[in-house]
């Protein structure tokens, strides 16, 4: 996919204000659909969110994820204030949520290193299409040199399911490494 920024992006720092979304580029997939991508979800894509978690059709979705317990039965309110930046990626066609990806402060282990978490998901049909590399390597890097910071350098970790494959290779494509001490017999903990 090739993401091209948009220009004169206003100033702004992570986390956004709750529904408070901006525009920061636009991509076009290897099929030649067209997509926007955002900083932040509006009211219109968090309901998107909320109604995508609770699809039970969506096995991987369920299998992988908690999201229907955060997204779909919990309040999205609740999990903002865990100053987590949502992105989004939004088919321009259809508007609907093709992917999101989110990342946010939480410690990892006992070390004082300045850990962030990192989540990813894409939506059928838009998953399998090979949008998601580019898309988080993208906003990956939006968010380390955007959120508040206390200057020590942003470590990223992520949790991803023993089983899991599509997130693993993922997460291995843009740089991050099992850290075995912090993995378990159900997940594995990715670090970059
Ligand atoms: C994990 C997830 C975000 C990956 O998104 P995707 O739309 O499959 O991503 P892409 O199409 O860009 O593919 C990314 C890479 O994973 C590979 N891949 C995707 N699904 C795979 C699978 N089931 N088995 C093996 N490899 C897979 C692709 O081949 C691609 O590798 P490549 O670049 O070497 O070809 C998506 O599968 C998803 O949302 N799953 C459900 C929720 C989830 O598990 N989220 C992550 C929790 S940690």
Known sequence: MKITPQNNIPGFSLPLPIYNS???????????????????LDKKYAEQLKQLSLDKKDVDLQKNTGDKKRFGEGLYEDWYKKNRTPFALVHKQTDILAAIAWFGPEPLLSNK????????????????K?????FTDFVMNIYTQNVKNTG?????????????PGSFKLASALGFQVLEEASDEFSL???K
């Open 113 to 128: 290193a300045n850990w962030h978490t990192a989540a990813w998901r894409s939506y059928n049909p838009f998953r399998g």
């Open 152 to 164: 020590s350098e942003i470590k990223l970790w992520i949790a991803v399911k023993r089983g899991n």
């Open 22 to 40: 901006i525009h920061i580029a636009d991509a076009i997939g290897r099929d030649g659909e067209e997509f926007g991508v955002f900083i932040g």
């Open 189 to 191: 903990v990715m670090t």
């Open 130 to 134: 090979g949008l998601m590399k580019n």
